[in-house]
């Protein structure tokens, strides 16, 4: 996730306004929902990003699995936040995102990001909500 916003930060004009790239330090816990339904679980810890299905949805069959996590069963592990949670935070263009970033001293964190911005995407119907 550092890698692929080190390439927007490039190709960015926010690119002089911003004094670093936080490390994430927290290990938030996210839940990926569908109405009521809890699809999965998005958490990070000690630098690695971890996604599993919930309890619901392994045993529901209305629901098919997300492209990039397309066994049920498994636990999934990136160092890296994968595109469908990474697409949910706007480009660092955006004037709302600038503000954001301003007002917390020219620093990014990702998790405050896609915790600021991650709820809701255009690209799908689901919700992400923090713990």
């Known amino acids: ?23 994430v330090k927290s290990n ?3 839940f990926l929902k569908y109405n009521n339904h809890e699809i999965g679980k998005l958490s990070y810890n000690n630098g690695v990003w971890f996604f599993e299905y919930s309890d619901w949805f392994k045993k529901q ?19 890296e936040l994968w595109t469908f949670f990474a697409s949910r935070i706007p480009s660092l263009k955006q004037p709302k995102v600038q503000e954001f970033i301003s ?3 020219n620093k990014v964190d ?16 689901y919700h992400l909500d923090i713990l």
């Open 28 to 30: 938030p816990v996210f």
């Open 103 to 105: 007002e917390n001293n």
């Open 110 to 125: 990702f998790i405050e990001l896609l915790k600021k911005f991650g709820k809701t995407s255009v690209n799908n119907p």
């Open 1 to 23: 996730m550092k890698n692929f916003f080190k390439k927007i930060l490039i190709n960015s004009s926010l690119n002089n306004s911003i004094n670093s790239v936080n490390i």
């Open 61 to 79: 069959q209305d629901f098919r699995p997300l492209i990039e996590f397309p066994n049920k069963d498994k636990q999934y592990q990136s160092n």
